[in-house]
DNA sequence: ATTTATTATGAGTAAATGCTCGCTTTATGT
DNA sequence: ACATAAAGCGAGCATTTACTCATAATAAAT
């Protein structure tokens, strides 16, 4: 309840090959902790527990409960960030059409955000992160739609008059479909692999119908 | 701290016309109070004394806090319906073009999503809402993308194998992204204009092009 | 073998927060 | 004027939670 401290660093850096796997244990405990119950109830001391350290152990490598979040969330930042990196590099090689490489897209981020759904959404939503973090965030997304630009500029068939906005819109559009979709699948109304296929026929049709400018 | 009532109901129903202004200024204390604070640390003693009564009479009224964020979040559906349907009446009206409805639309939903956008934000994905709420929510989805279907039915350029599913997403999309936009202003990546812009672009391209099922 | 650095422990602290309950004040009806 | 119901009050309880610190155990260095 109380946040005494305001540095994110850890406090002391593993330095023992024992040390390091406590720390890796911690956030392994953290995540699963988050999951089940959400931020404010994810308590340090559960966490503590459930990574069969002791409550001091904990504090000695991360400053504060924030300060474990954010751990957590860069790392799925990088692990995102890899993905889409592979995803680019696959594309290229296997010379794959539009249509195959957007579907691959949604499907990764998809799969992505499937993958641990509680948990980005606690990150990302409940979490209340320092402004520095959500900065680091929208850098992110913006790299992002710079690589997905620089994948779309080898398609033709790809007509934008400002491809930089356009990938922007298209990264954001992805991020919170999939977030969302993932967050509270709508099975029932209309299945996934629907609801993927929908997000792509929209996507192509941005991308290739020449809309005029309104 | 504790959540000890699990009941969402006021435990009295406001009857003379003092207690009924009381429990909108409790209301609409917690709204300033949840923008300035979040939901966390948006305490019941801190909405009890900005709107100028004791911690008492707000338990009179509200048998949780949760019942608070619940009641705000209701009030929110109900005004996105009304506003929803005054779009769809105003455009049978005016006999406005598929481009005019969706900039409409796609405007009016930023809007008002920007009116509060912290409040949004708080109550949709910081607060930790009980199922049944949630299922409301997915219920006002689903009657939002029928109304939508029922105005885009009039346009012949629109073509969609599926208007239901197409409506979703189209509802779903608007909705992440004027939220999404609300929260964080990319204004400095990209104008609120041109984004709002490029969002009809798509929307348009995606219901009007027929690309083909895949 | 001994010193020193590193790592681990967990009972305890201080602060915060949701909410109760006994009591007082104000309005309504007769 | 009086009785009754409705509304308002706020000190304080019970609980939770992030975090500290004095101490102990373990590994590395000499």
New interface residues.
Partial sequence: ?TARKQCLDPRKQPIQTRSKATVDVILLAATQVFEAH?Y?AGTTNRIASRAGVSIGTLYQYFPSKEAIAVALLERHLVDTGHRLHEWVGHMVVEQHGL?EAL?DYVAGMLEMHTRQPRLQ?ILL??T?LPERV?QAL?EAE?HAAQTVAGLLRLYPEVRSSCLE??C??IV??VE??T???AA?P?DQ??PRT??A??????L???L??N?P??
């Avoid at 296929?197 to 929209?202: A, G, I, R």
């Fill in positions: 309840m959400g404010a249509c579907r959404h939503e409940e209340p959500h929208l913006q906005h356009t922007f819109v954001q559009t919170s479909l977030h969302r979709y509270h709508d109304f209309i629907i609801f296929d929908e997000v792509v026929k929209m192509i049709a941005y290739t119908c809309i400018s309104i």
